[in-house]
């Protein structure tokens, strides 16, 4: 083979593809000088050293959500929650609080900055979260809500929370409802555009300026939004297959966030006090994007985990309904089996299913394992990735490599692996 070219091994399949040899660059003076500088640099080495650290994800202890975002929600960054009205996004995050609460003690602390004026204390205990334990405040412009977020990251800075392993969250319930200082009333009602110019700039120099106090200091931000109808009008083409809802604050937020996720209701069991909802990551840095999941909410209690699995079971044919809640086929009992240690016992009702998940913890931790083990299977994703994620393992270069590699191997063959 000449000299400097190198054969084509996908047009070549007699050719068995060889891993490329570690290439060796010959240092030159320059080179050299290069690096003595970057080593004597200590401010160049600090922000190296960001640019490299990872983000930490905490779970929020509803499963769908969980699966869905591929472990959970990121610490050091901002998460919008957002959804239509009534489908439980204020209850989604008082039951992630009470959930990190019992998970992390006094190692959290809450920070709920409501501007609806709408919180309410028998609401917060219903959900499992502890309202004594909650800095409760009620803002009622967008400057105040960032005002709080400055003070807060002072705090945190000069008691060193973040040496400490303390995380803080702050939850912002919601930005729709929250004017700027410049808008009053009579301008708001009669300049609608204007405010909503207001706001957008602000939330973008805002929301840059605390992404690295964030990160720095162990602040996640959760910030709850409302969808909005987009009125595509005079053009049908964007009226047909255009963006049908957007959230406001402008585009600026929308970069800023880690993760974007929307909450809608699939269908709703009012005689029963129940809907089910779907979460999806219309953004997600921690994981890939557009994943879906559904979890069944109950009115009073929240979301309801084995309720939840049974309605992914179901849906996914993993389980089915004949007389009682059986798997659907052999194989799947038997893995039920190993994981549990028992035969698995036909179960009469959703009732009596929770019941026996609740007070049983093998129990409970099989269905757990069974459920994440299945989920994966419902999304098309890379080998390894999901597993990894979810187990709380890192994924490495040689699986990001490995799942590049089968990625090309599948456009050679033309597997489509895109999501469905």
């Given at each position: ?6 054969m084509?091994v ?22 050299e000088?290069?690096?003595?500088s ?38 050091g ?5 957002a959804g239509?009205?009534?489908v ?14 019992k ?19 028998k609401?917060?205990a ?60 009579a ?10 110019g ?5 939330l ?12 720095d ?19 049908p083409?964007?009226?047909k ?25 699939v ?16 953004k ?36 089915k ?8 086929l ?40 069974f ?35 089968n ?10 692996s895109?999501?469905?």
């Open positions: 083979m000449p000299k400097g070219k190198q084509d996908n047009k070549d399949k007699s050719v068995q593809p060889q891993k490329p040899k570690k290439v060796v660059v010959e240092k030159s003076a320059l080179f000088s290069i690096i003595e970057f080593e004597n640099d200590k401010e160049l080495k600090e922000i190296v050293n960001k640019v490299h650290a990872h983000v930490d994800i905490i779970p929020t202890g509803i499963t769908p959500l969980d699966l869905a975002s591929g472990g959970g929600i990121g610490v960054v901002f998460t919008q929650i239509d009205e009534g439980s996004k204020t209850s989604t995050v008082l039951q992630i609080i009470g959930n990190l609460q998970r992390y003690g006094d190692k959290l602390v809450v920070v709920y900055l409501d501007t609806e004026y709408s919180l309410d204390e609401r917060v219903q959900l499992r979260a502890d309202y004594g334990s909650m800095i409760y405040s009620t803002p009622n412009t967008i400057e105040k809500v960032f005002g709080y977020v400055s003070k807060i990251i002072n705090i945190a800075k000069e008691q060193e929370f973040k040496k400490k392993g303390i995380i803080t969250l702050i939850v912002w319930d919601s930005l729709a409802s929250t004017d700027t200082e410049k808008v009053n009333v301008e708001s009602l009669s300049g609608v555009a204007s405010e909503m207001a706001r957008a700039r602000l973008g120099v805002a929301l840059r300026k605390y992404l690295g106090d964030l990160k200091n162990n602040i996640s931000m959760i910030i709850i939004n409302q969808n909005r109808d987009v009125l595509n009008v005079g053009n083409f964007l009226a297959f255009g963006k049908k809802v957007t959230q406001p604050g402008g585009k600026a937020p929308k970069f800023a966030f880690y993760q974007m996720i929307n909450l809608s209701v269908e709703r069991d009012k005689e029963n006090g129940k809907q089910n909802v779907s979460f999806e990551l219309e997600n840095k921690n994981f890939v994007p557009f994943v879906k999941s559904v979890g069944v909410f109950d009115y009073t209690a929240g979301f309801v985990e084995p309720l939840s699995f049974l309605y992914f079971a179901k849906k996914n044919n993993f389980m309904f004949s007389g009682g809640f059986e798997f659907s052999k194989k799947y009992a038997e893995e039920f089996e190993q994981l549990y240690g028992s035969p698995y016992e036909k179960i009469k009702s959703e009732r009596e299913f929770a019941s026996k998940y609740i007070k049983d913890a093998k129990f409970k931790d099989a269905i757990d394992s459920w994440k083990n299945h989920f994966k299977e419902t999304i098309k994703v890379g080998d390894n990735f999901y597993s990894n994620l979810l187990s709380g393992i890192d994924v490495s270069q040689e699986d990001i490599e490995q799942s590049t590699e990625e090309e191997e599948k456009s050679e063959t033309g597997t489509n895109d999501l469905e």
